[in-house]
Every structure is written in C-alpha cells, then in structure tokens.
C-alpha cells in the first residue's frame, strides 16, 4: 500500500459507459467494445491498489441493461465469467475481496456460481475491496432494503420509529461498505443512471468525455488530483 492521499479517498465509483460508442467509431461491433471495457478495469483496480485507494466499485450492468438485445446481455454475461477467471490469479496475488451489490437471481446460473465462488475464496482478504454492481439499480436496492425492514416490523422485531437513516443503510446491498467519495462517469453523459442514490449524497462527481475502453492509470490520476482540491462541507461552513 502506497502512502495516503492528503484527502482521505477510500471509495471510488465508477461508472463504466461508452464502450458501444468506442466500438462503433473503430467500425467493431459493440461486443469488442466491452471487451476493451474489460481491459480498462484492470488497469484501473492496479490504479486503485496504486494510488491506497481501498474500495472500488464498478458499474457493471445495470438493471435497466436487461432491456438490452438478448445477444449482447448474453455476450455480456459470457464477458463477466471470463473477467472472473481470468483475474482470479490477480485478486488472490494482491489479496483484494470480492463483492456483488444488485439482484444477482436475475444472472444465468453459470454466472452467479462463478460470481459466489470467487466471493468465497476471496472473503478473507484485507488489501482492498472490488465490489462489482451486477443487475444493480438503486431504487430497486433502495425498495429491496424497505421491504426487509417492512419484514421486520411486521414479525414484531422492529417498531416503525426505529428506522433511522444509519440502520436503514444497513438493509442495502452495500452494507459494510463506506459512501463513495468519488464517482467518475465516462463517456460525457452526466447523469446517475440509478447508481448508488442513496450512497451519492455527499460524493464528489467527475465527469470526462473519454470513452470507458480508453480510460487508463493518468486519467485516473487526474481526476483523484482533482478531488484532492475540493472542499467537502457536508452543509457545513467552509
Ligand atoms: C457501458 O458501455 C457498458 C454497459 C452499460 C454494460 P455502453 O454499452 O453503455 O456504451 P455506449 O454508452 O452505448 O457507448
Ligand atoms: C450505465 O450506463 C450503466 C453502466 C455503466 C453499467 P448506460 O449506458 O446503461 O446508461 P444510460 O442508458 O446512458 O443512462
Ligand atoms: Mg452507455
């Protein structure tokens, strides 16, 4: 582990968009395009293990995403195994955990034995986190969380009044894990795309017109460089 940032970055998030984009422009058909995508995560969780940044989390598929033409969910789902064996090797060298935020039951069953094996193996490793969001939209977290405390309530182990905003984080996908202090988006779209909603509130946003397969080690530098420099308030007086 590197020395720490002046600014505390723990988590960085981020949001994996353009690959379709970078295909079309080198006149590839879109699939090529996540492929390259899967390049640029390499390269970024060695920026992470780098620059001591502890959690990464990547926007991998979204729930909206299941819209997509079934050839290229299914290409992406086959993209996803071969990402997982074939960086196995790395996340057990550097001793990064795995983890999975989203509805994995909508993943083919290969998928999510592969996703739950490479979870296991890695469960007792404290280098880093990657947590990869999979079928993952924020507001079905955010009512699959409201529901678990509704179960609650309703078998009489809680009372409406004690939900609070901390304990009801602790019914999200994301338990255990810190807020995002940093969520890069690609591909100059400037929007959320229902990713991490409830855990956004106070990040700090960085948006580049670069294209996910591009992404590399020095634009990842720039924008932590760039967080360096901001003034997290919290509501707060400067
Ligand atoms: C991001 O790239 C990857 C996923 C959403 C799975 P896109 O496939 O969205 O690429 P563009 O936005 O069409 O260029
Ligand atoms: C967001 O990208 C989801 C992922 C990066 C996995 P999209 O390409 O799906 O988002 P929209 O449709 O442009 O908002
Ligand atoms: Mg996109």
Known sequence: MKKPLPKPLRHLAVIMDGNGRWAERRGLSRIEGHRAGAEAVRRTVEGCRELGITYLTLYAFSDENWQRPAEEVKQLMHLLRQF????????????IRLLTIGDLSRLPKATRDDLSAAVEESREYENGVLVLALSYGSRQEIVRAARRFAHEVAEGRAAPEDLTTENFAHHLDTVGIPDP????????????????????????LWFTETLWPDFGQEELRKAVADFQGRERRYGRRG
Request: proline share 0%; no cysteine; net charge positive.
């Open 84 to 95: 997982l064996r074939r960086r196995r090797q790395d996340l057990h060298k550097h001793r």
């Open 181 to 204: 202090d940093l969520i890069i988006r690609t591909s100059g779209e400037m929007r959320l795309s229902n990713f991490l909603l409830w855990q956004a509130s106070y990040a700090e």
